[in-house]
């Protein structure tokens, strides 16, 4: 969403008043929005349920979302279960009909269809698949009599039904004599959750050979898809990126793609700008690390769960080396025989660390009341935090 490290900008946890984004950061919403843009939301947010953080405080004027990180969690609407359930639209809790992801790419198609002749920025962001499994029954059925555990049937069943909604998006893109000059992306935010699991002593799933899924600080559980496609600018399949790239090169690259005027507010971004990549103007933009970490405690904790990456090495933990060119499951760690590279590596990280880690106690304000005139509701899954600001 801001083109910048989640340690930096607040949100290093899914509860606990660090999973709210801080006030002063600036959306890939807002950018677009400030250039011209309609912009809508559909799903899973995560950033924050109360004012001043919520989606439709963040640049998004027309949002359809869930509470929490998941449908049915503590912040939710009450009884939510993934059908018929009720949602909070533009904030106003609103009662819908059918299957969750299916309401999240209907009701994203409405808008695309209202806004055809408008920019327009439609951000899709389905909590499936993602606990507790449901999934319609006809999907379920599709995987019932394999041989692999119950919770997988459903799983998969649930990543089909996201499948055939994208499906569906693209068709309705066709079909609006707009796909050409549309730019889709699909992408993941994490490793396997249930695709890669071993019960009863017995391995099911697949996980393309990497070590580690969700919530790992091996590339099994950080290294994840992402497809682009603008037809306009002949950015389509049967090409493949080689270079390191990340979630926080996503603002800057449709900065130059949509011709977007970053506000003067706007931060420095850690990410970089990889049109040229995407266009097959350049091969490489020269970067050396990313760091990505998992921490998920209430206050950060220097190396946890991280790793340094370049195009070739990661630096695990800070102490175990892998070249995943040559070794892409990271089993021979080769920290003992490049030391000078580990400390290369370990450097950086230590300025990464230093600059991000200058906020860290500063927890967010928790906004009782307010002016606007959406009703503010504050929720344990925000406030639950040992140092809460409540004025």
């Known amino acids: 969403m801001t083109g910048r490290y989640a340690n930096r900008v607040g949100v290093w946890h899914t509860i606990g008043g660090v999973s709210i984004l801080r006030q002063d950061e600036v959306t890939m919403a807002e950018v677009f929005q400030e250039n011209g843009y309609k912009t809508a939301m559909f799903g899973k947010w995560h950033l924050g349920d109360t004012y001043p953080s919520r989606p439709q405080d963040k640049g998004f004027e027309y949002t359809i979302t869930h509470g929490g990180g998941g449908v049915g969690q503590t912040p939710d609407y009450w009884d939510n279960d993934y059908f018929d359930d009720t949602?909070?639209?533009?904030?106003?809790p609103t009662k819908f009909e059918g299957y969750c992801t299916d309401v999240w790419f209907d009701e994203a198609i409405k808008y695309i269809e209202d806004k055809k002749d408008e920019p327009?920025?439609?951000?899709?962001?389905?909590?499936?698949?993602?606990?507790?499994?449901?999934?319609?029954?006809t999907y379920y059925n599709q995987y019932k009599d394999l041989d692999i555990p119950e919770f997988q049937k459903i799983f998969y069943g649930m990543i089909t039904n996201v499948d055939d909604n994208f499906a569906k998006l693209q068709k309705k893109l066709k079909d609006l004599k707009i796909a050409d000059h549309t730019i889709v992306i699909f992408m993941t935010d994490n490793g396997t959750a249930s695709g890669y699991k071993t019960v009863g002593g017995q391995l099911y799933g697949f996980n393309a050979g990497m070590k580690g899924t969700k919530n790992s600080e091996y590339e099994g559980g950080h290294r994840v898809p992402f497809f682009i496609k603008y037809p306009e600018k002949n950015i389509e399949g049967g090409r493949d990126v080689k270079e390191l790239t990340a979630h926080l090169d996503i603002l800057p690259t449709l900065a130059t793609l949509c011709n977007l005027e970053l506000p003067e507010r706007q931060k420095k971004m850690d990410g970089s700008d990889i049109s040229s990549l995407l266009l097959g103007e350049e091969e490489t933009i020269g970067r050396d690390y990313l760091i990505t970490d998992s921490q998920r405690v209430q206050s950060p904790i220097k190396w946890r769960k991280s790793a340094v990456m370049s195009d070739k090495m990661r630096l695990v933990n800070g102490k175990e080396l892998y070249d995943i060119s040559?070794?892409?499951?990271?089993?021979?760690?080769?920290?003992?025989?490049?030391?000078?590279?580990?400390?290369?590596?370990?450097g950086y990280y230590n300025e990464w660390w230093s600059s991000v880690s200058t906020e860290f106690n500063q927890f967010p304000i928790i906004v009782l009341g307010s002016d606007n005139q959406n009703p503010i509701e504050l929720t344990c899954h925000d406030t639950h935090v040992h140092d809460s600001k409540i004025p």
């Open 326 to 346: 040559k070794d892409p499951g990271q089993d021979n760690d080769l920290a003992a025989q490049f030391p000078k590279k580990v400390e290369q590596m370990r």
């Open 87 to 92: 949602y909070f639209k533009n904030g106003v």
């Open 120 to 137: 327009f920025f439609a951000y899709i962001s389905a909590n499936a698949p993602h606990l507790p499994f449901n999934v319609p029954e």
